[in-house]
């Protein structure tokens, strides 16, 4: 009997090719779920709310504001900063800060909701460049786009709600 690569017969070949023909092309239909996200977050957005939700229970308001964008080519940036740094900063002769902002390429997990920012620079947190943050998207019905972050034990720690700027 005639072999052929990996030990198969001609015939075992051609059965294998037309079991594996009849297998639905996941990964091409992953790809175009993948796709449909990233054309979803490719926009402008400003920053709607940023709430903390401490371990003790009840939420925290943060007063942010701030804008994220993500692009077509895998890139973000985001910044974001308290709204009254203006007027903290306009009494104080000292150098007044606070916020985020920082830029990297993302990556999306589709399967758990998961965008990544791969923390690239970050003029205001130092310690950012090289890691990541994860966070947890979800779009809603009424076109928000909501950020949340999650501790060690899948606890949600903080939202941060968008709105796409623009059409």
Known sequence: M?????GLTAL????LGAIMMQQPDVSAA?????????????GHYELVSFIN??????EVDNNYIGRI???????MSAQGMPKDLPARAAQSSANVS???????????????????HHVEGSPTRGNWVGEDNVRYYEFTSDGLLKL????ASGRTTGTLTWRRIGS
């Not at 005639?2 to 990996?6: G, Q």
């Open 30 to 42: 992953e790809d175009a779920r993948l796709a449909a996200v990233k054309r979803q977050f490719v």
């Open 69 to 75: 964008m993500y692009d077509g080519h895998d890139q």
């Open 98 to 116: 606070g916020g985020f902002a920082y830029w990297g390429p993302v990556t999306w997990d589709i399967d758990q909701n998961k965008v990544t």
């Open 12 to 15: 075992g070949a051609l059965f």
């Open 148 to 151: 949340s972050i999650r501790d």
């Open 53 to 58: 939700f401490p371990a003790e229970g009840g």
């Open 2 to 6: 005639k072999r052929t690569l990996f």
